[in-house]
T-cell receptor
Framework: NAGVTQTPKFQVLKTGQSMTLQCAQDMNHNSMYWYRQDPGMGLRLIYYSASEGTTDKGEVPNGYNVSRLNKREFSLRLESAAPSQTSVYFC???????????FGPGTRLTVL | AQSVTQLDSQVPVFEEAPVELRCNYSSSVSVYLFWYVQYPNQGLQLLLKYLSGSTLVESINGFEAEFNKSQTSFHLRKPSVHISDTAEYFCAVKASGGYNKLIFGAGTRLAVHP
């Protein structure tokens, strides 16, 4: 049981490049989330998916898109990266019965 | 909407001393409250949570937090800290009804010194 996994762990992009951050969970959770973590700002929700086939915007969705490929996988795409998107990105899934979110190890993204 | 304020961005403390990390929230509806811990270069882990019932909740590693509705607070305490408690701690709130979206505070960095 791996929990929540994220790939890649580190990435460096140039301004304007695109990339997809991958997230998968093996806990059969319905809900999944993407957050970004910036110093002094805590975690801010980018997008979430209440269930397979649905996605909704969070606090800071501009510049991002998501895909809930199936129940296990929830990917985050940056179509044209900007330096303001330099951050650590966390994926999480929710054990609804216990109101607990489980987090992946994070992806550290630098946009030059 | 809900919001969370963590009153201290950094808390330095000596080993075996007590510590309190402060968290205040605002909400017009009933809430669930959480403390998460993030060790260096890792994701967040749930430390403890208040959903209902006893207002004092405890974690397995000696932390406790008390839900105070009148003061809209959920402060985290430990009577004697260890070096291994060095981490960043996040308070989070969720409306008890409606969708499961957590709102996080900015975090408090706890540094335990020998």
């Amino acid at each position: 049981n791996a929990g929540v996994t994220q790939t890649p762990k580190f990435q460096v992009l140039k301004t304007g490049q695109s990339m997809t951050l991958q997230c998968a969970q093996d806990m059969n959770h319905n809900s999944m989330y993407w957050y970004r973590q910036d110093p002094g700002m805590g975690l801010r929700l980018i997008y979430y998916s209440a269930s397979e086939g649905t996605t909704d915007k969070g606090e800071v969705p501009n510049g991002y898109n998501v895909s809930r490929l199936n129940k296990r996988e929830f990917s985050l795409r940056l179509e044209s990266a900007a330096p303001s998107q330099t951050s650590v990105y966390f994926c999480a899934s929710l054990a609804g019965a216990y109101n607990e979110q489980f987090f992946g190890p994070g992806t550290r993204l630098t946009v030059l | 909407a809900q919001s969370v304020t963590q009153l201290d961005s950094q808390v330095p403390v000596f080993e075996e001393a007590p510590v309190e990390l402060r968290c205040n929230y605002s909400s017009s509806v009933s809430v669930y409250l959480f403390w998460y811990v993030q060790y260096p270069n890792q994701g967040l882990q749930l430390l403890l949570k208040y959903l209902s019932g006893s207002t004092l909740v405890e974690s397995i590693n000696g932390f406790e937090a008390e839900f105070n509705k009148s003061q809209t607070s959920f402060h985290l305490r430990k009577p004697s800290v260890h070096i291994s408690d060095t981490a960043e701690y996040f308070c989070a709130v969720k409306a008890s009804g409606g969708y499961n979206k957590l709102i996080f505070g900015a975090g408090t960095r706890l540094a335990v010194h020998p």
